[in-house]
């Protein structure tokens, strides 16, 4: 009997890494974290400071929050893969910037215009810290392919 449940627990574990180990294959899991505390508490300043409403102000900080640990990871990701499998450098950079930014900024505006937000607009304005980390992990991700290539041949 004590074997069916070690076995059962292992199996459990076994489910979650393979969850993670695919869900990495289209989340860029750390730059979801870092994106959901930036900002998460950057929203809720700007909400708290403009309002000093504290429940609507956590109520934004909180969608902010997890909407960019998902949808911010999946973006990152979204631009690694335009900076490597673009062929022409500057073309495959310029898109791993621009069409992330555009779809991040546009859907966090969609957000929160939805109920809670107390200003949207303000809500929104720091997504465009995006523009940023997509050139920096563009940039970063087109070099180690490069690098790859080149010790390649």
């Keep these: 009997m004590m074997k069916k ?4 627990s292992l199996k459990r574990k076994s489910y979650l890494g393979n969850a993670i180990r695919i869900g990495g294959r289209f989340i860029n899991y750390k730059m979801g974290i870092y994106g959901a505390i930036f900002l998460g ?5 700007i909400n708290f400071r403009l309002t000093a409403e504290w429940g609507p102000s956590m109520t934004a900080s909180l969608k902010q929050g997890s909407y ?8 990152m ?6 900076a490597i499998k673009i062929k022409q ?18 859907l966090t505006f ?12 303000a809500s929104t304005i720091p997504t465009l810290l995006i523009i940023p980390a997509t050139a920096v992990v563009a940039v970063k ?8 290539f080149s010790s390649v041949e």
Excluded: D, M, W, Y
């Design 68 to 75: 960019t640990f998902l949808f911010g990871g999946v973006i």
């Design 110 to 121: 969609g957000l929160h215009n939805l109920r809670g937000t107390p200003r949207p607009i």
């Design 5 to 8: 449940t070690k076995s059962r």
């Design 41 to 45: 508490f950057v929203v809720f300043v």
């Design 89 to 106: 450098q500057f073309l495959a950079i310029g898109l791993a910037i621009i069409l992330p930014a555009v779809i991040a900024v546009s």
């Design 141 to 148: 991700k087109r070099k180690s392919i490069n690098n790859a």
């Design 77 to 82: 990701k979204f631009c690694e893969i335009l």
